[in-house]
């Protein structure tokens, strides 16, 4: 079994910039796609940013293009999400998520219901 732990989530304000870390048990290059989404209240969780198993392809929601970055790191099984210029809408809880079977040269569904594992979320706030 793959185990996902997030890490970085917390209270900044409106316009700063945080990391959040997503660390595996188990070695995901060439094996996983790796993806972020969000779930803020009362709504679905939302698809934000892909990488392929290489780190070579990369994709993001139009909402945060241009904002969020995701990265990869092999060495470390740890897959990253930076966000900068933060908005009160970006609060939410994120999640990390693994997914199998994708083709080295994609980055995957991007759909919640497609996932194979899940890590258990951290929580962003962003205050105005």
């Known amino acids: 079994q793959v185990q996902l732990v997030e890490s970085g989530g917390g209270l900044v304000q409106a316009g700063g910039s945080l990391r959040l870390s997503c660390a595996a048990s188990?070695?995901?290059?060439?094996?996983?796609?790796m993806d972020w989404f969000r779930q803020a209240p009362g709504k679905g969780r939302e698809f934000l940013a892909a990488?392929?198993?290489?780190?070579?392809?990369?994709d993001y929601a139009d909402s945060v293009k241009g904002r969020f970055t995701i990265s990869r790191d092999n060495a470390l099984n740890t897959v990253y999400l930076q966000m900068n210029t933060l908005k009160p809408e970006d609060t939410a809880v994120y999640y990390c998520?693994?997914?199998?079977?994708?083709?080295?040269?994609?980055?995957?569904?991007?759909?919640?219901?497609?996932?194979?594992?899940w890590g258990k979320g951290t929580l962003v706030t962003v205050s105005s």
């Open positions: 188990v070695r995901t290059s060439g094996i996983f796609a």
């Open positions: 990488i392929s198993q290489s780190g070579v392809y990369t």
């Open positions: 998520a693994a997914e199998m079977g994708v083709s080295r040269h994609d980055t995957g569904a991007g759909r919640a219901d497609v996932m194979d594992y």
